[in-house]
């Protein structure tokens, strides 16, 4: 069955260190890979989306990898401060559909 | 501007009743979104429209109704609500015939309670 699985504990780091983040999934062939980030009580918002001929993308202190061997995605954020706080989600789409397929999200907590 | 915006944002019921939420954007988006987040955090996708159109229709009860009166605007409708239909109902929309290759933008929000 078609699996999207990221960690399910929080990751709590220092700041200042960089956080990563890990999606894999299996029986699926995405075209597209996006992250999102929602606080809590509020809707997701778009980070960033890579595409499967892609192998990295960068914004700002941002970056994420694709790897369609591995069938899995990093998610990396450099000297990440408290503001980095927040559940990220990561979300595949393939080239057939219109749905987009939501993981269930790992909290990461940034300690100043 | 609130790009994409859900009312209420609380809603507290009686099973059996009937409820309405409504979403609006404001970005100019041909399609648009209705998902579900359970206590667990999944977000589901239950519909999405294009232009007024149904695109996606999950295997949701049919007592979901979905109504798109114009491209700005989708709402949903539930009748005889029940105790399982509890969760946070998120409006979003993107750019395009909504294939996947689009940025989504979410709303805030309808935290549906029932009791």
């Known amino acids: 069955s078609q699996k999207i699985e990221q960690n399910s504990e929080a990751l709590n780091i220092q700041e200042g260190k960089t956080a990563t983040l890990t999606c894999n999934y299996t029986?699926?062939?995405?075209?597209?890979l996006q992250w999102y980030r929602q606080d809590p009580g509020r809707g997701p918002v778009f980070l960033l989306l890579?595409?499967?001929?892609?192998k990295e993308k960068r914004k700002e202190r941002l970056k994420v990898t694709f790897d369609t061997t591995l069938k899995q995605s990093l998610f990396h954020i450099t000297a990440s401060q408290p503001a980095d706080s927040a559940t990220y989600l990561c979300a595949l789409g393939t080239r057939s559909s219109y749905k987009l397929i939501f993981g269930s999200g790992t909290r990461l907590l940034v300690r100043p | 501007d609130t790009a994409v915006s859900q009312t209420p944002k609380y809603l507290v019921t009686q099973m059996g009743n009937d409820k309405s939420i409504k979403c609006e954007q404001n970005?100019?988006?041909?399609?648009m979104y209705w998902y579900k987040q359970d206590s667990k955090k999944f977000l589901k996708i239950m519909f999405s429209?294009?232009?007024?159109?149904?695109?996606i229709n999950e295997t949701v009860p049919n007592r979901f109704s979905p109504k798109s009166p114009d491209k700005a605007h989708l709402n949903l409708h539930i009748n005889s609500l029940e105790l399982g239909d509890s969760a946070v109902y998120f409006c979003a929309s993107s750019q395009g015939t909504g294939v996947s290759n689009q940025p989504q933008h979410f709303g805030d929000g309808t935290r549906l309670s029932i009791l």
């Open positions: 429209y294009n232009n007024k159109e149904l695109i």
């Open positions: 029986n699926y062939s995405p075209a597209y």
């Open positions: 890579i595409r499967e001929n892609e």
């Open positions: 970005l100019g988006h041909d399609t």
